[in-house]
T-cell receptor, first 114, second 117 residues
Framework: AQKITQTQPGMFVQEKEAVTLDCTYD???????LFWYKQPSSGEMIFLIY??????QNATEGRYSLNFQKARKSANLVISASQLGDSAMYFCAMRDFGNEKLTFGTGTRLTIIP | AAGVIQSPRHLIKEKRETATLKCYPI?????VYWYQQGPGQDPQFLISFYEKMQSDKGSIPDRFSAQQFSDYHSELNMSSLELGDSALYFC????????????????FGAGTRLSVL
């Protein structure tokens, strides 16, 4: 069974600093995808970035990058130059070859301080 | 770019009533997913449809049913509502055809917030 662990319930970061949100995962399937989503207080779920298990390079999307360490089963999200609008709940999720569903972690609430 | 459209955005029902949630996927997306997010919790998968056929099933109560129609929109029908059904219900869609499933990015709608009183 697939499992996602996010150990940081909440984080406070100064504006313009970089922030790393931790995510570890567990699956016995060699084929899987890792995803990060952002959920602002308004409630919508916004896709940020994707990393496939066979991808050789770490994924990047603008200010978001994914620090993928396959041997350690970690997929940390790095946000560079944080902005006030980055304040939100962030969920790490995964999907392996045999499943339609996304399995989510418990989330990290990020607060950016001016 | 067009996104996933969910309606209604908010719904208030009494216990034992029924509710119908609607989802319009991104154009040309062939797979629809439903998730339930309780207060302070992570989203939990309910059910998915690929090309109008149920493709996977999660922890969906027997009181709930769903289907995908010929125009690819989907509806989640909830009967005999209970207080514990109060949650944010998300629909997501993805383009699945020709790709390994684990690579498919699910794009979420804004959700329907259901309150059962």
């Amino acid at each position: 069974a697939q499992k996602i662990t996010q150990t940081q319930p909440g984080m406070f970061v100064q504006e313009k600093e970089a922030v790393t949100l931790d995510c570890t995962y567990d699956t016995s399937d060699p084929s899987y995808g890792l995803f990060w989503y952002k959920q602002p207080s308004s409630g919508e779920m916004i896709f940020l970035i994707y990393q496939g298990s066979y991808d050789q390079q770490n994924a990047t999307e603008g200010r978001y990058s994914l620090n993928f360490q396959k041997a350690r089963k970690s997929a940390n999200l790095v946000i560079s130059a944080s902005q006030l609008g980055d304040s939100a709940m962030y969920f790490c999720a995964m999907r392996d070859f045999g499943n339609e569903k996304l399995t989510f972690g418990t989330g990290t609430r990020l607060t950016i301080i001016p | 770019a067009a996104g996933v459209i969910q309606s209604p955005r908010h719904l208030i029902k009494e216990k034992r009533e029924t509710a119908t949630l609607k989802c319009y996927p991104i154009p040309r997306h062939d797979t629809v997913y439903w998730y339930q997010q309780g207060p302070g919790q992570d989203p939990q998968f309910l059910i998915s449809f690929y090309e109008k056929m149920q493709s996977d099933k999660g922890s969906i109560p027997d009181r709930f049913s769903a289907q995908q129609f010929s125009d690819y929109h989907s509806e989640l029908n909830m009967s005999s509502l209970e207080l514990g059904d109060s949650a944010l219900y998300f629909c997501a869609s993805s383009l699945t055809s020709g790709r390994a499933a684990f690579k498919n990015i699910q794009y979420f709608g804004a959700g329907t917030r259901l309150s059962v009183l």
